[in-house]
């Protein structure tokens, strides 16, 4: 990423799922990710970084892929879960991430299921880090 | 004497119902082909061109007066394909599930015509009922998945005069995710480590649901400690449900302070649940006859050091959010259910409570050993928003007392009955099996065979407090919409499970 996020990073997370509460947990007083100048916003517009989680049929990915199209650049993502990483527990044929991978640059991957709050700040940082 | 404290709901499964077998067998003898007792309900088997006839007859007749829609699921495998409806009655202990068996091609239309009978006798039946919906009136605003846990399982199309909601449609297409056979060549093992993602905000849940089933196949009854430990893990995930719900509710009314120190609660709850258990969401702890690890004493302590703290603390974000009258305003007279309409939409758990219905399965039923304990279950009046809010409150002091309890009579002795899981034998059989869990009661019914599981049906309390939100947002403001469906508690898990796929 840009070394201009440094300063202010906006995460928008999509899809649902069981990442999604440890994900919105970092908000909260015990982990606070907001003293690294990160915040969580609501439109696609307002976003630096997208966070890809979850349970995804066809219909969502094609509502992923219109969420990162109304993105500004510089734009990038993070995909958190086992489910976006390798495979999703309920579907066996679901195979997100070798297709949206041509398509869309990914930063971090985040393993876990699901992930700590503690990886997912330590995910953001170092791409903070790299930048 | 009030009206509340009158037991209207009787629950189903309390006793093993002969007298209502034998009559049922009685009045529809001709039209079905087999009655069962299976656990907690009657299972009917009938021939798909007997629906109709069957269900005037449930409805309509006096003696049975089934009047409550549970909810309709389809369930497809390599060896059956079935339709499974669920009725009840509040007026008697009357629970049924009718069982539809078709070929493999006819069972999607099948579902369509289901539908459509049921839509005569049952209002909720209309959602399962997608297609002819959505082209009966045009609609003018569109609104996409939220961004919150809880409302990003569903669009909403809304045709909307200046700022009131006049027709709303409700459509759960992003998150038909599942597969039809999930389970298929799976061990049950594995089945009870995945099994509570269908229920990620209280994940103990559905894992218990599953067990108690298999125990009730296997005549198999979990030690004293086991049940003890149970119990605790449940109240735990109860408080950390409904905090997690007062934070949601926070978010959306843009109250920060109340917002974070519900964060820090939870934060506090979690880290008692991750000391047993070893993780904050999935636990994947409950076993057949048992449970996995046993609790030390420090442990215990470490609780009984904890409980005064967010006794304290929850009594503070209770007593600011109760105090502040723009809280009270916003959340009062918005989305009120009354008591009628959320027995008719088969609405269970906290959302029937706060409409002033007494029904919890804890207390009807002695499910695990919650007879040793002494409660009382906290009845709302009103069914708004706040009174939503209020009961779950109440129920977190409740759950803290019971926690209170159940520490300081913890019994002695093994925390599992060691069975040989390889080499388990069914009868082969079907069994249902009802829990209830903080967002209302909770069913699996499933059908064994001799080594593993041939079908499983899951089906949450979520989704027909989905159904009823599309049906109360109508002719409240737009800018409502968000609240009164998250203070609905909807659980995203249990919406995943609606595996029928619609073209239109």
């Known amino acids: 990423m840009p070394a201009i996020f440094k300063s202010n990073l906006n995460l928008l997370v999509t899809g649902y799922g069981c990442c999604k509460q440890d994900i919105f947990a970092v908000q909260g007083a015990l982990y606070d990710i907001q003293r690294f100048c990160i915040n969580f916003v609501n439109t696609p517009e307002d976003a630096d970084l997208l966070v890809v989680q979850g349970f995804y049929n066809k219909e969502g990915i094609t509502r992923v892929l219109n969420i990162y199209e109304r993105m500004s650049n510089p734009r990038g993502v993070i995909a958190v879960g086992t489910c976006v990483l390798n495979k999703n527990l309920f579907s066996k044929d679901s195979k997100l991430l070798d297709w949206f991978r041509s398509v869309v640059k990914i930063y971090m991957y985040v393993p876990g299921c699901p992930p700590r709050p503690e990886a997912f700040i330590y995910a953001v940082l170092r791409i903070l880090d790299e930048s | ?504």
Request: hydrophobic share 40%; charged share 30%; aromatic share 10%.
């Open chain 2, 1 to 504: 004497m009030d009206n509340n404290n009158n037991k209207t709901y009787p629950l189903p499964g309390v006793v093993f119902r002969e007298e209502m077998k034998s009559d049922l067998e009685f009045i529809l003898k001709d039209k079905v082909d087999r009655i069962t007792g299976t656990g907690f309900d009657l299972l009917i088997e009938l021939p798909p061109e007997n629906l109709y006839v069957v269900v005037k007859e449930l409805k309509e007749n006096p003696r049975l007066r089934a009047n409550i829609f549970g909810g309709m699921n389809a369930c497809k495998n390599n060896k059956r394909n079935f339709l499974l409806i669920n009725l009840r009655s509040a007026y008697n202990d009357l629970s049924v599930l009718l069982k539809m068996e078709m070929q493999n091609d006819d069972i999607e239309t099948g579902y369509i015509e289901a539908a459509n009978i049921l839509e005569e006798f049952y209002k909720a039946a209309a959602f399962y009922k997608r297609t002819s919906r959505i082209a009966r009136c045009d609609f003018n605003i569109e609104i996409p998945p939220g961004i919150l846990d809880g409302l990003d399982c569903f669009d909403i199309n809304i045709y909307a005069d200046e700022d009131k909601v006049k027709e709303a449609y409700i459509d759960t297409c992003v998150s038909r995710v599942l597969d039809y056979e999930f389970y298929r060549d799976m061990k049950i093992y594995n089945l009870i480590a995945i099994i509570n993602r269908f229920d990620w905000k209280a994940g103990i849940f559905p894992e218990l649901c599953l067990c108690s089933a298999i125990e009730k196949l296997l005549q198999l009854k979990p030690t004293k400690r086991a049940r003890y430990i149970r119990m605790l893990l449940c109240e735990l995930y109860r408080i950390s449900n409904h905090i997690y719900f007062i934070l949601n509710i926070c978010n959306i009314l843009q109250y920060d302070i109340a917002y974070s120190m519900c964060h820090l609660e939870r934060e506090r709850v979690l880290g008692l649940i991750e000391t047993i258990t070893g993780s904050r969401v999935a636990p994947n702890f409950i076993r057949i006859g048992g449970v996995k690890k046993n609790i030390e004493e420090e442990t215990l302590a470490d609780i009984r050091k904890n409980l005064p703290l967010l006794f304290e603390n929850i009594r503070k974000i209770e007593k600011i959010m109760t105090e502040d009258f723009l809280i009270i305003e916003r959340l009062k007279n918005i989305g009120i259910i009354s008591k009628d309409t959320a027995l008719e939409y088969g609405v269970t758990g906290p959302n029937l409570r706060a409409s002033g219905a007494r029904n919890d399965l804890r207390k009807d039923n002695d499910f695990i050993s919650y007879g040793d304990l002494s409660f009382t279950t906290p009845v709302g009046r009103e069914g708004d928003c706040l009174e939503r809010v209020i009961i779950r409150f109440r129920e977190i002091f409740q759950s803290l007392r019971l926690v209170n309890q159940i520490i300081n009579n913890f019994p002695e002795g093994d925390y599992i009955k060691k069975i040989n899981l390889p080499h388990l034998e069914f009868q082969p059989g079907a069994i249902s099996q009802d829990i209830e869990c903080p967002h209302g009661i909770f069913k699996i019914y499933m059908e064994v065979g001799e080594k593993d599981i041939d079908s499983l049906v899951i089906k949450g309390p979520s989704m027909n407090s989905l159904i009823l939100g599309g049906e109360i947002i109508k002719g409240e403001s737009l800018e409502d919409i968000d609240l009164i469906l998250m203070s609905l508690d909807i659980s995203p898990g249990e919406i995943m499970n609606t595996q029928y796929k619609t073209e239109y």
